[in-house]
């Protein structure tokens, strides 16, 4: 796919002179195994291959960068009842691979890196009809190529970044009517996000911005979800956000709610 493209002089010399090409493709398998009837444990293994091709016949020649990631995850889902009492517990931990390529001039060294996310959930439902969940995370994203290299355009290159690493803690209550020819379902759930090295846009110059890793930021979060169901053949969903974020000084986040 060609991306965003540019001219290096004031004077364009055609549609070919300068352009980005960025490719990427993944692969997941899963699978789902019950060694006992309270306990199913599901694994998740993939790959994914990103890259970056810049042509440039009036400018600096630049490198081609790969990046391969692959990943792993297990998570184990504990299920039972104590009496009335329905109870579920799901600890899960990921385990992720990266590894970054350049070819052409002035390459670096090659760097990779290895992250675990892990996270714990659990579920209580005291009635038929009520369920109330809670779970705590640590999560990770890297930035992506786009993020990192620029377009030569109206984003510029921003080659430090690092990774984002945020804790999370939710709760939610679920409420379901019994089946029948008609059922009403209504979930509510909260959230509370403290990211580091969150990245965000920061504008330079006129008309370009850069990515870069805020220090610390906090993103609180509430959602409501409903769905009712007619005669099992109409289904009505409705559903909002309430998002609130700030970059640890009262601050808004840019380009963020």
Not at 131 to 154: C, F, K, M, N, Y
Not at 248 to 257: A, H, I, M, Q, Y
């Amino acid at each position: 796919v060609t991306g965003v493209q540019t001219c290096a002089l004031p004077i364009c010399f055609g549609r070919e002179e300068a352009s980005d090409q960025w490719s990427s493709g993944f692969i997941r398998a899963g699978s789902v195994l019950r060694p006992h009837r309270i306990l199913d444990v599901t694994l998740v293994g993939g790959g994914r291959l990103d890259g970056y091709a810049p042509t440039d016949a009036i400018g600096p020649e630049r490198p081609n960068v790969q990046r391969w990631t692959g990943f792993g995850s297990l998570e184990a889902r504990l299920h039972g009842s104590l009496g009335p009492l329905r109870l579920e517990l799901r600890p899960s931990i990921r385990l992720e691979r990266t590894r970054l390529n350049e070819s052409g001039p002035d390459v670096q060294t090659p760097s990779s890196s290895t992250q675990p996310s892990y996270r714990v959930g659990l579920m209580v439902a005291p009635l038929s009809w009520l369920s109330v969940t809670a779970s705590a995370s640590r999560g990770r994203r890297l930035p992506t190529l786009q993020e990192l290299l620029g377009d030569r355009g109206a984003v510029v290159r921003s080659p430090d970044l690092r990774a984002e690493t945020g804790r999370t803690l939710d709760a939610g209550l679920v409420v379901q009517s019994p089946d029948g020819p008609t059922q009403v379902g209504v979930e509510v759930r909260g959230f509370h996000t403290r990211a580091e090295d969150l990245i965000r846009f920061i504008p330079t110059s006129q008309y370009t911005a850069a990515a870069r890793n805020v220090d610390e930021a906090v993103i609180l979060g509430a959602e409501f979800g409903s769905r009712l169901t007619l005669a099992r053949h109409v289904v009505l969903d409705a559903n909002g956000t309430w998002l609130n974020t700030n970059d640890g000084r009262d601050r808004d986040l840019n380009w963020r709610p």
